[in-house]
T-cell receptor
Framework: QKEVEQDPGPLSVPEGAIVSLNCTYS??????FMWYRQYSRKGPELLMY????GNKEDGRFTAQVDKSSKYISLFIRDSQPSDSATYLC?????????????FGGGTRLMVKP | AAGVIQSPRHLIKEKRETATLKCYPI?????VYWYQQGPGQDPQFLIS???????DKGSIPDRFSAQQFSDYHSELNMSSLELGDSALYFC??????????????FGPGTRLTVT
């Protein structure tokens, strides 16, 4: 079983919808939580990061972390066709010297005009 | 703003050949990471370097080696290539000293095809 689980989708929504993307994890040592967006054949692009339970908002994006449930979410408001991409959650362990990212499998999102 | 540069962008090799991938981090970044992403998979961590010293090692085959040079660029050397090595190879960089560890910025990747 992977340390970080993510529904692969695809998730198809109409333009303007609120999108909810989720990851669960099993390693309680994960302390830093990130969301990356990856367009086809491109490198992952850092969208948001957080290290505490609760919500963090940045424009149309809200990242939510629930450490007690080992569950993180990314919400996208007013979704646009340009949001169509694969969204990867990623985590770093506390005190990991190398800061290696452990990724979820990614969720493919399609926003239809 | 300057980004991570990787070269070459595409590489085609035959089985048992060798390949060298290069990564030029964002200026002033002191840490480089290498990730491998197979078709339809998430990136898997291979190896990282901080200030030219290996800082962590993941699922990197013994056939692969890497190093970081004095100018902070890094090279991933791959020998005895196998068909299963065909993947996207990403380099990421970060400024680690006194900074949070989550600000890792990825390059565009090198697509390696082994035939």
């Amino acid at each position: 079983q992977k340390e970080v689980e993510q529904d692969p989708g695809p998730l198809s929504v109409p333009e303007g919808a609120i999108v909810s993307l989720n990851c669960t994890y099993s390693n309680s040592a994960f302390q830093y939580f990130m969301w990356y967006r990856q367009y086809s054949r491109k490198g992952p692009e850092l969208l948001m990061y957080t290290y505490s339970s609760g919500n963090k908002e940045d424009g149309r994006f809200t990242a939510q972390v629930d450490k007690s449930s080992k569950y993180i979410s990314l919400f996208i408001r007013d979704s646009q066709p340009s949001d169509s991409a694969t969204y990867l959650c990623a985590m770093i362990e506390r005190n990991n010297a190398g800061n290696m990212l452990t990724f979820g499998g990614g969720t493919r999102l399609m926003v239809k005009p | 703003a300057a980004g991570v540069i990787q070269s070459p962008r595409h590489l085609i090799k035959e089985k048992r050949e060798t390949a060298t991938l290069k990564c030029y981090p964002i200026p002033r970044h002191d840490t480089v990471y290498w990730y491998q992403q197979g078709p339809g998979q998430d990136p898997q961590f291979l190896i990282s370097f901080y200030e030219k010293m290996q800082s962590d090692k993941g699922s990197i085959p013994d056939r692969f080696s890497a190093q970081q040079f004095s100018d902070y660029h890094s090279e991933l050397n791959m020998s005895s290539l196998e068909l299963g090595d065909s993947a996207l190879y990403f380099c990421a960089s970060s400024l680690t000293s006194g900074r949070p560890p989550y600000e890792q910025y990825f390059g565009p990747g090198t697509r390696l095809t082994v035939t």
